[in-house]
C-alpha cells in the first residue's frame, strides 16, 4: 500500500512557465516533507522541505505547499527552466523515521 | 564536499553470481541506506543500518543482505543475482534516525544477465 502518491508521471512545461508536481499521501502521522531531484545516473539530490506545522516553504525558484486536511501537497517551479527536467521524488516521515518515497514524477522543460 | 561513493557507477553481472555493492560515506553519519529504483515504483527501500554491526531489513529485503563492519562502509550483498534484481542501486546516509533528509550516493546501475 503506497502511503505516499505521485499520480503524474510526467508533466512537460515550456520554459518560463509554472511547473507544478504533485503528491499525496495517506498516513496521517507523517509529518516532514520533502522533495528531491534526480538526474539521470545520478542519484537524488534534495530540493525544499516543510515541516507539518507549516503550510508554506519557499527557496528562490521552488516553493512547497502543504495542504494538512486534503493530505496534498504540491512543488511550484517558476520560472521553469531546462535545467530543471529530472525525475522529482516527494518523500515523508513520521515523527523522525525513516523516509518513505512516492514513485516520481518526470519533468520536462522545453525550450 | 561531504559525500556518499558507491564504488561502481555500472555493473554487468551473470545470473547466479554473488554480486557486492559498496557504499562509503565521510560524514561520519550513524544511519545508513540501500534502495532501488526501477521506473514507475520508485525508490523502494532493501535495507537500513543505523549502527554499526547493525541492520534492519527495509520494505524489500528478500534475495538481499547486507555488511556494517565499519560506520562509514555499507554493503549490500546479492546471494545468487537473477534477472528481476536488474535496476539502478542507490546508498543513502544521514546524521540521526529521527533528522529525515538524506545525501545519496550516485547509484549503481546494475544488469544481471
Known amino acids: 500500500d503506497q502511503q505516499v502518491k505521485q499520480n503524474s508521471p510526467s508533466l512537460s512545461v515550456q520554459e518560463g512557465r509554472i511547473s507544478i508536481l504533485n503528491c499525496d499521501y495517506t498516513?496521517?502521522?507523517?509529518?516532514?516533507f520533502l522533495w528531491y531531484k534526480k538526474y539521470p545516473a545520478e542519484g537524488p539530490t534534495f530540493l525544499i522541505s516543510?515541516?507539518?506545522?507549516?503550510d508554506k516553504n519557499e527557496d528562490g525558484r521552488f516553493t512547497v505547499f502543504l495542504n494538512k486536511s486534503a493530505k496534498h501537497l504540491s512543488l511550484h517551479i517558476v520560472p521553469s527552466q531546462p535545467g530543471d527536467s529530472a525525475v522529482y521524488f516527494c518523500?515523508?516521515?513520521?515523527?523522525?523515521?525513516?523516509?518513505?518515497f512516492g514513485a516520481g514524477t518526470i519533468l520536462r522543460v522545453k525550450s | 564536499d561531504v559525500k556518499v561513493t558507491q564504488s561502481s557507477r555500472y555493473l554487468v553481472k551473470r545470473t547466479g553470481e554473488k554480486v557486492f555493492l559498496e557504499c562509503v560515506q565521510d560524514?561520519?553519519?550513524?544511519?545508513m541506506f540501500w534502495y532501488r529504483q526501477d521506473p514507475g515504483l520508485g525508490l523502494r527501500l532493501i535495507y537500513f543500518?543505523?549502527?554499526?554491526?547493525?541492520?534492519e531489513k527495509g520494505d524489500i529485503p528478500e534475495g538481499y543482505s547486507v555488511s556494517r563492519e565499519k560506520k562509514e562502509r555499507f554493503s549490500l550483498i546479492l546471494e545468487s543475482a537473477s534477472t528481476n534484481q536488474t535496476s539502478m542501486y542507490l546508498c543513502?546516509?544521514?546524521?540521526?534516525?529521527?533528522?529525515?533528509?538524506?545525501?545519496f550516493g550516485s547509484g549503481t546501475r546494475l544488469t544481471v544477465v
Open positions: 518523500a515523508a516521515s513520521a515523527k523522525g523515521d525513516k523516509l518513505v
Open positions: 498516513n496521517s502521522m507523517f509529518d516532514y
Open positions: 516543510i515541516s507539518s506545522i507549516k
Open positions: 560524514m561520519d553519519h550513524e544511519n
Open positions: 543500518s543505523y549502527d554499526v554491526k547493525m541492520k
Open positions: 543513502a546516509s544521514n546524521f540521526e534516525y529521527r533528522s529525515g533528509g538524506y545525501t
